[in-house]
């Protein structure tokens, strides 16, 4: 079968992968369509450290093939969106509702695949999206309505719930509060909807890019700004909620000086794995808050459902997010495209 796999040197899509048969608690699914996310990218460029060779791919939908024994809550035939989160469910952070802190969830790259002559290769985020089959553990399948569009549906994976979760689980934006977005990628578009179904008063996007406001304003901003030299013109006080999605350190200094007394940054950009930032500490005690946050805080069984109910009311945008759609072998033209920042998601198909 097809997929794109990354040797440690270049990425190539090949036709010879192979995927074993599910165990007990795993779930086979013939990938419809995936989404070329960052952190994709950020495999290839060094920024995530992640062994090879190994499958690309986190943020796909398909129809589930096969299961294992003691699945019950999708068969085959089942149109599915996948989660990166192969949480155990058993764990304290299960318990509590935390599944994002699951330690099972985290560092463990299995080997599902095999190429030609039975080498292993790596699954990557325990979900490798860019092959046309892949194994998942049960927990990271859900179900979606079959009229939901599958390549809409692959969005929701992470984009989806890394964006709107990361306002409404982790920052907890309310109505009336003031946010801003600096960046307006896949996942700051979905930052920026979030803002809007919760009800904040002003959303104000940032972006270098000023052929952006356009869509921003579509999602949900209020206001749009080149620099965020600009954002205290509008908030003179500071915000509320200031989200950093791109993953620079000067950037998460902005995002903590152009904080309100109370406020939050909050961080979904991934800088390098030993990039540090600066900030005044003094700048906190007004009880200021910095706060990360893994995969927007989701517990994806009730929040994939929850999404795609919202799309089918009108309320979450998807179709839109989709801006470029790719067979697989175009590859290297949908990572270009995506690294260019001309689309806001490039979709893979199989």
Known sequence: MRGVVFDGKRVRVVDDLAVREPGAGEVLVAIAAAGLCHSDLSVVDGTIPFPVP?????????????????????????????????????????????????????????????????????????????????????VQAVRIPRELPLRSAALIGCGVL???????NRARVDRGDSVVVIGTGGIGLNVLQGARLAGALRIVAVDADPGKEEMARQFGATDFLTSAEGVR?????????????????????????????????????????????????????LDKSVLGCR????????????????????????????????PVEDFEKARADAEAGRVARAVLTF
């Open 295 to 326: 995969y927007g805080s989701s517990r994806p069984q009730r929040d994939v459902a929850l999404y795609a109910e919202l799309y089918r009311q009108g309320r979450l945008m998807l179709d839109e997010l989709v801006t470029a759609v790719y």
């Open 162 to 168: 890394t964006g709107v979760g990361a306002v409404l």
């Open 233 to 285: 013109d509008i908030l003179p006080t500071g915000a509320d909620h200031v989200f950093e999605c791109v993953g620079r350190v000067e950037l998460i200094r902005q995002a903590i000086d152009l904080l309100d007394r109370h406020g939050q940054a909050i961080l979904l950009g991934v800088p390098p794995a030993t990039a540090e930032a600066s900030f005044l500490v003094s700048s906190l005690y």
């Open 54 to 138: 190994v499958v690309l791919g986190h943020e796909g939908a398909g129809v589930v093939e096969a299961v294992g024994a003691g699945v019950t809550h999708v068969s085959p035939g089942d149109h599915v969106a996948l989660s990166t989160l192969a949480n155990c469910g058993a764990c304290a952070e299960c318990d509590r509702g935390r599944p994002t802190m699951c330690r099972q969830a985290i560092g463990r790259p299995g080997k599902p695949f095999t190429r030609g002559t039975a080498d292993l290769v790596y699954q990557f985020a325990s979900n490798s999206a860019f092959a046309e089959r892949t194994i998942v553990k049960a």
